[in-house]
């Protein structure tokens, strides 16, 4: 048994089982919608998923959770605290994947800091908790959680965690913010107990069509054309009065987008306007005060 969150007595494997449905979710909604993330990225992701939280099965963090849980302690020697996700690429059976030299990278950097720590990957460090903890359990962690495992571990990975990708690595830095934002953003909603989303067929451009019907509106110039260049970048420069909210909504149209104001009470006022007089339920809203606004 190994665990992956004390709150729920979650497992690793249950765990990661629910980020893998959210993954699911996330490639049935967009597929290749998403700029950048064909099926090579969509299967990175998978991989990056399968191993992001499997270094939780030291000994140390396992205590930590025991202890929290209130269950017997398991014997250790190391004493080693180092975070889990740097100790996770170490069980990455890369030589099995048949990946290119950049997508080791990508997968290791990926995994490496899906949490952001203050602490540097400190190689010794890693090196005893691999060797005398995780090596030692391989069969284990490798049954629990039904993957491969490195079956001997080069600590180059440390090397390349050390090695940070920069803006200056060009199109491997967009992958690189690609990759670890969605394992994030997935984590996150599988640690929630959360769909990662929801409401995905519901198109804006269908309810603001309809409003206005309803309203016995005409799209005039502007907004004829936004709608029907709903696969292009638009930059828009109009007036007041101009209906560029409306423009805006239906060039956004099947897709999810996020629209931005500078004051609170402009952005409460579309959001009323789209969620209760269109009728689109899918709108959320997010500022500082949101929680107080909603509730109100």
């Given at each position: 048994?190994?665990?992956?969150k004390?709150?729920?007595?979650?497992?690793?494997?249950?765990?990661?089982?629910?980020?893998?449905?959210?993954?699911?979710?996330?490639?049935?909604?967009?597929?290749?919608?998403l700029i950048?993330?064909?099926?090579?990225m969509?299967?990175?992701?998978?991989?990056?998923?399968?191993y992001?939280d499997?270094?939780k099965?030291?000994?140390?963090?396992?205590?930590?959770?025991?202890?929290?849980?209130?269950?017997?302690?398991?014997?250790?020697?190391?004493?080693?605290?180092?975070?889990?996700?740097?100790?996770?690429?170490?069980?990455?059976?890369?030589?099995?994947?048949?990946?290119?030299?950049?997508?080791?990278?990508?997968?290791?950097?990926?995994?490496?800091?899906?949490?952001?720590?203050?602490?540097?990957?400190?190689?010794e460090?890693?090196?005893?908790?691999?060797?005398?903890?995780?090596?030692?359990?391989?069969?284990?962690?490798?049954?629990?959680?039904?993957?491969?495992?490195?079956?001997?571990?080069s600590?180059?990975?440390?090397?390349?965690?050390?090695?940070?990708?920069?803006?200056?690595?060009?199109?491997?830095?967009?992958?690189?913010?690609?990759?670890?934002?969605?394992l994030?953003?997935?984590?996150?909603?599988?640690?929630?107990?959360?769909?990662?989303?929801?409401?995905?067929?519901?198109?804006?451009?269908?309810?603001?069509?309809?409003?206005?019907?309803?309203?016995?509106?005409h799209?005039?110039?502007?907004?004829?054309?936004?709608?029907?260049?709903?696969?292009?970048?638009?930059?828009?420069?109009?007036?007041?009065?101009?209906?560029?909210?409306?423009?805006?909504l239906?060039?956004?149209?099947?897709?999810?987008?996020?629209?931005?104001?500078p004051?609170?009470?402009?952005?409460?006022?579309?959001?009323?306007?789209?969620?209760?007089?269109?009728?689109?339920?899918?709108?959320?809203?997010?500022?500082?005060?949101?929680?107080?606004?909603?509730?109100?």
């Amino acid at each position: 048994m190994f665990y992956a969150k004390s709150e729920t007595k979650e497992t690793i494997r249950e765990h990661t089982d629910r980020l893998l449905d959210n993954w699911r979710l996330l490639k049935d909604s967009y597929g290749d919608r998403l700029i950048r993330v064909n099926e090579r990225m969509w299967e990175l992701l998978r991989l990056a998923i399968e191993y992001h939280d499997i270094g939780k099965a030291n000994t140390v963090f396992q205590n930590k959770i025991r202890r929290a849980i209130q269950e017997e302690l398991l014997e250790t020697d190391c004493d080693a605290n180092v975070p889990h996700n740097y100790l996770s690429v170490g069980l990455v059976p890369f030589e099995q994947l048949n990946l290119t030299k950049e997508e080791i990278r990508l997968l290791t950097h990926a995994i490496g800091y899906h949490h952001e720590r203050d602490k540097r990957p400190d190689k010794e460090a890693i090196r005893d908790i691999l060797e005398n903890d995780l090596q030692k359990q391989r069969e284990a962690i490798a049954h629990h959680m039904r993957l491969p495992l490195a079956e001997k571990v080069s600590f180059r990975f440390v090397d390349r965690l050390l090695k940070r990708y920069t803006i200056h690595d060009g199109e491997s830095f967009w992958d690189y913010v690609l990759l670890k934002g969605l394992l994030q953003r997935i984590d996150h909603a599988a640690s929630a107990h959360l769909p990662v989303e929801s409401d995905v067929h519901q198109d804006v451009g269908v309810y603001v069509r309809r409003y206005m019907e309803n309203k016995s509106f005409h799209l005039n110039d502007l907004q004829r054309f936004t709608a029907g260049h709903t696969h292009k970048n638009v930059i828009v420069i109009a007036q007041t009065g101009m209906g560029k909210t409306e423009s805006a909504l239906l060039w956004i149209d099947r897709d999810k987008a996020f629209f931005t104001l500078p004051l609170r009470v402009s952005i409460n006022a579309i959001y009323e306007r789209v969620r209760h007089q269109m009728g689109y339920d899918a709108a959320g809203l997010l500022h500082s005060t949101s929680a107080f606004y909603l509730v109100g």
